[in-house]
């Protein structure tokens, strides 16, 4: 077994083992984990202290709109217009009902570079979370912060309370395909609440034009009182037609982070993800004790802010809250 | 003179005659052009009809020899060709003005008639007088077969162009040959078979029709040349009728929308090879009765008969066929069309009700799902959408749920598995083909032989020109013979045509399928891995892998499906990638598994580019390595000695017990390591 000390050495190479024996311990979803948690975070942040932390970039759409074939040119692109710039790839593909087992086929949309540190990707499965975003996620992101410049999340299909990625991303994306009526429905329904950005993809079919002006009709229906409308890109996967000006905006999302983090200093930085904290807390409880969990912590506990400030962060957050809850119910 | 009887057959004069028998083939190459030219002429003084020609995957997938992924695989599935220096000693001493010649080649296709038309040139030989066949069907690659390289509409382009330069250059050429064979090699159920090669002509024919290169008589030759290639299955009856429902289906389909007039050139045209799924490792002499029932399906009916006929051996599931193996296979053909009084009578089903019934539903099912796939816009967005290859992968999930059951019988294997050894396995070779391991340095040794003496600015120019055709929409077929004659090498052709349309990757089809399997024993996995996810702390993670350049994905295919059915989180990304590719992926997923399926021949050099990949990446103590596919026996201990945990072959069809064993490796390392 390799130590922690060792892999955080590596993986701040970029070695893809070391990186993902990291990762694994984020993902580790037994108790005594948060505790290995903690000192990979010590650890990293006494190493790097000054470090920006990465930029998260969400991107949600309908199923089979063109997230992954999107994520696949537009991580390739954005590594050949730096020297160092790297990139991290966290994909969500739904879970079986019956087994729990899911197929994590975003992957095979990704396209292979030998040899190449500054790419990660990673699948993780939704285990049945509605939330579009798996179990773990919000895990591993603090994690590939703190390792990448920039951390794109794909979330499985739009979920019911797809508000998670909303949550946890800088900046979020959703992607469109040309499908007439039934998206705009969709659309309707609260969930162009959602996006920084909206991405029209498929731009190569023939639909793709009545949909672009549904899509801007149904904006200012859905968000009438918006200043501003957000953008629209129209892109295509398959001829790469748009996509330069999706990878500006998003290298645009990338350098307003680390101007803003370089004047604010370490501090600032570190504070940026765990405003994130209590909503993920709050995610968590309800995923591993149900109503009953969230309940106690508003009430007993006094909400997830209170909570995390006495018990001083998130690793021991978790664990104080599964020993108090656990207490409480043996009572 | 007494007047023929209702049973006899008669020529235009009216004497009574016996039919022709069907062009007698077998599919083979192997090791080198100088071994397979051997190996073809020995054929043809055995009384084969026509040459049925296996290329090597590289070949097949447009690498020269000497390219990395192409080192493991050379020779070993079929001939490599590199250059027209390669044609011309594979064809040494054969009068191919005289041959019916079937290249079994899609991706490279029209680089190969490319220097098959240079080499007439070179011989002096008249090119109207070659006849043959490309197979040349891309469709069935992106769906079964895997030796695809460019997307679909630069694929189907090049098949047009070759229909195009073949209508008047060689009238008697086959530029394609549309593939039902494969996709039942692949699952399918008789109505996809039909459905899904008549849809792909139709498609095939808009194209052409749209390109309008053709005049209306042209375009109705066109039609005339259009020939198919069919499997048939053990279910021999149905099989039958599927014929007579694919010759009925294509007169109509060509008459009613594409208003052909001459019923010639309406007329259903196929060869067979008989099915080989069904082939099984167990008992393997059984399979000789399975290959002369399915051949009975496609020669008892004399409306419905094959043109050309090519058999599997009874070893299919053990190793490429040995010479004694092929010919067993021949003189099955013989036997059937010499002994028998089958070319005696006219239709022997002409009028049975009950033949009548079933032609008519399988008809009716397969234009509802032809009315669909032509819904959708016709292959190619059927083949991007992945519907297509989905039906395929959900018809094998079936079929393998139902062999798991015993709902399906496979004699020998799933019943009546117990029987004493057979003795065809007894020989010194262990009853399989084992290959001169000399070839791929023979093969490497040409290619260098042909680059030194070549004149290197014709080559230049003729690739050039080549891509600029590529870029302008002009016919890539004549440059490409220049190509060929300026000893352009396969890897150089095909990496040309790379560069212009880029390279394409197609649906894998597995997503969200399921097995058809609930019982005792799937739970019972399920729970032991539920519990290990506990004590990992994770869902257990496997990789299934296709390395090298093997397109045989039934078996990665159900095996995904399968670790998904109990519970595994999966990873599998298609067929044709590297080994560093494979173990990549499993190194960024944190994978507890890789299980690589290999059915080209190269388990052993892929499998030590895996472990060696893995120790590279200080991976190998967190990841067990099981392999599976056509592995025989005596290279097991090699694959054990290089750490593979499990191997698998065809006579594990148990697909639980396969998760079973997976799983236990997984608890034995758990264990070990305390958790
Ligand atoms: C079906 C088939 C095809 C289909 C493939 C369709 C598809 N999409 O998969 C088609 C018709 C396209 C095809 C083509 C060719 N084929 Co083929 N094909 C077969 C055949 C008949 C059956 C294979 C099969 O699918 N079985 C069903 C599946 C479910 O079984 P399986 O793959 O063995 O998997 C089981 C186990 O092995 C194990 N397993 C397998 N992988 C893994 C992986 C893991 C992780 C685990 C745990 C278990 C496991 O579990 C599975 C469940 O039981 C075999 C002969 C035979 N009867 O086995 C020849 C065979 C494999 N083919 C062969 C050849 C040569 C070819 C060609 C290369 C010919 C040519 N020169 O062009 C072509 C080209 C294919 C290519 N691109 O690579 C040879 C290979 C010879 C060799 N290895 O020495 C064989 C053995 C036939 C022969 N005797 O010549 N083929
Ligand atoms: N014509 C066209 N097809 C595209 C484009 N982008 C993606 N596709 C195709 O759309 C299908 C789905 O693409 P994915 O990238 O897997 O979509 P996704 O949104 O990641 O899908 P899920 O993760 O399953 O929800 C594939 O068949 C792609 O080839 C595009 O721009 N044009
Ligand atoms: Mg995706």
Redesign the interface.
Known sequence: MTSIPDLVERALTLD??A???L??IF????PD?SARRSSVLAELDTRRPDRPLGVILGVTGTPGSGKSSLLSRVAVDLLGSSETLSIAVVAVDP??Q????????D??RMR?V?DERRL????Q?S?NDLGGLGPTSFQVCRLLVRLFDCVFIETVGIGQSEADIRQLADRVYLVLQPLGGDEVQFLKAGIIEIPDAFVLNKSDEPASDISFHQLQGSMWLARPFDAEFPPVFRTSALTGDGLGELEADMLGALAAAVDSTASAGAAVVAQNLSTREPYFLERWVDDEWGRRGVAFLHDLLGGPDEFLSTVGGFDAALDRFDETFAESLSL | MTEPQKHQITDADGNVVRDRPWIIRTYSGHSSPKASNELYRSNLAKGQTGLSIAFDLPTQCGYDSDDPIARPEIGKVGVPINSLDDMHILFDEIPIEKMNTSMTINGTAMWLLAMYVALAKERGVDISELTGTTQNDLIKEYLARGTYIFPPEASLRLIAEMYEFCLEEIPSWNASNICSYHLQEAGATPTQELAFALANAISLLDILAERGHFDDDQFERAVGRISFFVNSGIRFVEEMAKMRAFGELWDEYTRDRFDVKNEKYRRFRYGVQVNSLGLTEAQPENNAWRILIETLGVTLSRDARARAIQLPAWNEALSLPRPWDQQWSLRLQQILAYETDLLEYPDLFEGSVVVRSKVDELKREAREEIDKILGMGGVIPSIESGYMKSSLVRSMSERMSAINSGEQIVVGLNKWADGIDSPLLGGDDGGIFKLDESAARNAIDSLNATRAKRDDARATAALDALKSAARSGDSMMSPSIECALARVTTGEWAGALREVFGEYRPATGVDGQKLSLTNERVDGVRRRIDALTERLGHRPRVVIGKPGLDGHSNGAEVIAVSARHVGYDVIYSGIRLSPDEIVQSAVEEGADLIGASILSGSHIELTAQIFERLAEYGASDDIDVFVGGIIPQGDFDKLYSMGAKRIFTPSDYELIEIMESITGVLEERADAAGI
């Open positions: 893809k083992y990186v993902s024996r990762i694994g993902e580790d979803r037994r984990a879970s079986s019956v087994s729990g087992g899911a197929l994590l086929g992957r095979t292979f030998p990660f990707f990673r699948s499965a285990d």
